[in-house]
């Protein structure tokens, strides 16, 4: 699904522009690009243990 994010993000524009969108973000800078999934991770990390039942990690104030 390579325009899925555009998808969710920008609802409102029809599916058929959804690549134009996706060329558009991907050469602005700033505009995460594939294989920067450092969210993701943090994203996991805090729902595994709430859906275990306990509480999330504190975060960490490091910059990796």
């Not at 409102?12 to 294989?35: C, E, K, N, W, Y």
């Amino acid at each position: 699904m390579p325009v899925h994010t555009e998808h969710h993000l920008y609802p409102s524009i029809p599916f058929h522009s959804l690549p134009d969108a996706h060329t558009a973000m991907r050469a602005r800078p700033g505009v995460p690009q594939r294989g920067d999934n450092r969210w993701q991770v943090g994203f996991v990390r805090t729902l595994r243990p709430l859906a275990a039942g306990r509480r999330p990690p504190e975060p960490s104030n490091s910059a990796t």
